[in-house]
């Protein structure tokens, strides 16, 4: 069994950044891809970013791409996304979620946190 925490979402104005935190506790973690996905309401869930378990391969949905940079530190136990100059459409619940392979899809991760909230206001 893998639990993940997510920290680090809150409210900050547009062009700010944060950097949310997925910590997790049990089975080694390199052997996990990550994810990051996000949620807002009325909306469903979208893919964010994600990285392999070695750290080597991430992938970006485009609408962040050069703003949001995934990483990893496994002697941490923890993934983290960096997102610069974020946007008011930026504003969810952010998840992460741990799977056997890097992948764009939610069904394809198994473990799953609670969600943090970041909010970003124009």
Request: proline residues 2%; aromatic residues 12%; positive net charge.
């Amino acid at each position: 069994q893998v639990r993940l925490v997510e920290s680090g979402g809150g409210l900050v104005q547009a062009g700010g950044s944060l950097r949310l935190s997925c910590a997790t506790s049990g089975r080694p973690f390199s052997g996990y891809a990550v994810g990051w996905f996000r949620q807002a309401p009325g909306k469903e869930r979208e893919f964010v970013a994600t990285i392999s378990g070695s750290g080597l391969i991430t992938y970006y949905v485009d609408s962040v791409k050069g703003r949001f940079t995934i990483s990893r530190d496994n002697a941490k136990n923890t993934v983290y996304l960096q997102m610069n100059n974020l946007k008011p459409e930026d504003t969810a619940k952010y998840y992460c979620a741990a799977g056997s392979t890097v992948a764009r899809v939610s069904r394809d991760y198994d473990y799953w946190g609670q969600g943090t909230q970041v909010t970003v206001s124009s």
